[in-house]
């Protein structure tokens, strides 16, 4: 299982960036597939979730209504759009994929996100 996110960068407070996730190694359109943040000196914490058709997704509270996720299964790779950023959005971004009986985690190497004036 392979996971490279891309997309991050410096934004000001009120713009946009959209996040890449190019997934590889299995079968993505058989999986959920998740956004999650890190932000400097906190906890993971999960984002955003899509269901394997793309049919469903959840998001924490802190993004709804600003945050996409989306996913297209003929590329293998998931989105996330994110607009009106905040300066509490800063962190680390980190797709997932969570596998197998037991739930295995895989992650990307993380993208970073900062937004500053």
């Known amino acids: 299982v392979q996971l490279v996110e891309s997309g991050g960068g410096l934004v000001q407070p009120g713009g946009s960036l959209r996040l890449s996730c190019a997934a590889s190694g299995f079968t993505f359109s058989r999986y959920e597939m998740r956004w999650y943040r890190q932000p400097p000196g906190k906890e993971r914490e999960l984002v955003a979730r899509i269901t394997s058709t793309g049919g469903s997704t959840n998001y924490a509270e802190s993004v709804k209504g600003r945050f996409t996720i989306s996913r297209d299964n003929t590329k293998n790779t998931v989105y996330l759009q994110m607009n009106s950023l905040k300066p509490e959005d800063t962190a680390v971004y980190y797709c997932?994929?969570?596998?197998?009986?037991?739930?295995?985690?895989?992650w990307g190497q993380g993208t970073q996100v900062t937004v500053s004036s």
């Open positions: 997932n994929t969570r596998q197998g009986v037991v739930g295995v985690d895989y």
